[in-house]
């Protein structure tokens, strides 16, 4: 697997998409630098992920720095040892707290999250949703994010429907379904292509549309 680490490897992606696909050389041109979003591997990083589901950017950011300042250094250990009422402190929700707590649980039982990030995407995302409360889309992110797996479009994600529907003129934008066969053809590209259309969405709408992580290393 060769993994997205540089800005350099999302510019020779880009190059190649486009030739696939020449209508993503607009979306290109609109959506200026595309950042790379390279997060260190490892339990924070797949915590501001589970964080940042289903609440906005500043929400995310905000309950992510009360854990962290709470739970500090952020480890298992330190979850499992501070309860509900470190949770709550934090701002989570339930469902949020019980899928914290199953991985915490599961990490220190040895599930090796640094792993993840040298196997296929098939294999990692099996592993991944086996732990309760973590879905194909925070796998998805994760091992995009951490990972940098080359190949991976996490079509659930509202943002990446709004914007490809938008720069392909698709209305109402495609559903899940749809937008996986509509990634197909940018095989084996769509990790760069994920990066791609959430640029374009913050062009478009004029904010930020992916995942948040308090732990991104490189921009």
Same mark, same amino acid.
Request: with cysteine; aromatic share 6%.
């Given at each position: 697997?060769?993994?997205?680490?540089?800005?350099?490897?999302i510019?020779?992606?880009?190059?190649?998409?486009?030739?696939?696909?020449?209508?993503?050389? @607009?979306?290109?041109?609109?959506?200026?630098?595309?950042?790379?979003?390279l997060?260190?591997?490892?339990?924070?990083?797949?915590?501001?992920?589970i964080?940042?589901?289903?609440?906005?950017?500043?929400? *995310?950011?905000a309950i992510?720095? &009360?854990?962290? *300042?709470?739970?500090?250094?952020?480890?298992?250990?330190?979850?499992l040892?501070?309860?509900?009422?470190?949770? &709550?402190?934090?701002?989570?929700?339930?469902?949020?707290?019980?899928?914290?707590? *199953?991985?915490?649980?599961?990490?220190?039982?040895?599930?090796?999250?640094?792993?993840l990030?040298?196997?296929?995407?098939?294999?990692?995302?099996?592993?991944?949703?086996?732990?309760?409360?973590?879905?194909?889309?925070?796998?998805?992110?994760?091992?995009?994010?951490?990972?940098?797996?080359?190949?991976?479009?996490? @079509?659930?994600?509202?943002?990446?429907?709004?914007?490809?529907?938008h @720069?392909?003129?698709?209305?109402?934008?495609?559903?899940?379904?749809?937008?996986?066969?509509?990634?197909?053809?940018?095989?084996?590209?769509?990790?760069?292509?994920?990066?791609?259309?959430?640029?374009?969405?913050?062009?478009?709408?004029?904010?930020?549309?992916?995942?948040?992580s308090?732990?991104?290393?490189?921009?």
């Open positions: 697997m060769q993994r997205i680490s540089t800005l350099d490897d510019a020779a992606a880009l190059d190649a998409l486009c030739l696939q696909d020449p209508r993503l050389e @607009a979306v290109r041109r609109m959506s200026g630098e595309i950042p790379l979003r997060s260190e591997p490892g339990f924070a990083s797949l915590v501001s992920i964080v940042s589901q289903q609440v906005s950017r500043a929400s *995310a950011d992510f720095g &009360r854990l962290s *300042a709470l739970a500090s250094p952020l480890t298992p250990q330190a979850l040892d501070g309860g509900d009422a470190l949770y &709550r402190a934090a701002g989570l929700s339930r469902p949020k707290q019980r899928t914290l707590v *199953a991985l915490s649980q599961a990490v220190a039982g040895g599930f090796d999250l640094d792993r990030c040298g196997i296929g995407a098939e294999e990692a995302m099996a592993e991944m949703i086996a732990v309760p409360g973590i879905g194909p889309w925070t796998a998805q992110v994760y091992l995009l994010f951490s990972a940098g797996h080359p190949d991976i479009f996490p @079509a659930r994600d509202v943002a990446l429907q709004s914007a490809v529907g @720069a392909l003129g698709i209305d109402p934008r495609p559903g899940e379904k749809e937008l996986i066969r509509i990634a197909e053809s940018w095989a084996p590209y769509r990790g760069v292509a994920s990066r791609l259309f959430w640029a374009y969405y913050r062009v478009i709408k004029g904010r930020e549309g992916a995942p948040p308090s732990t991104l290393s490189k921009p």
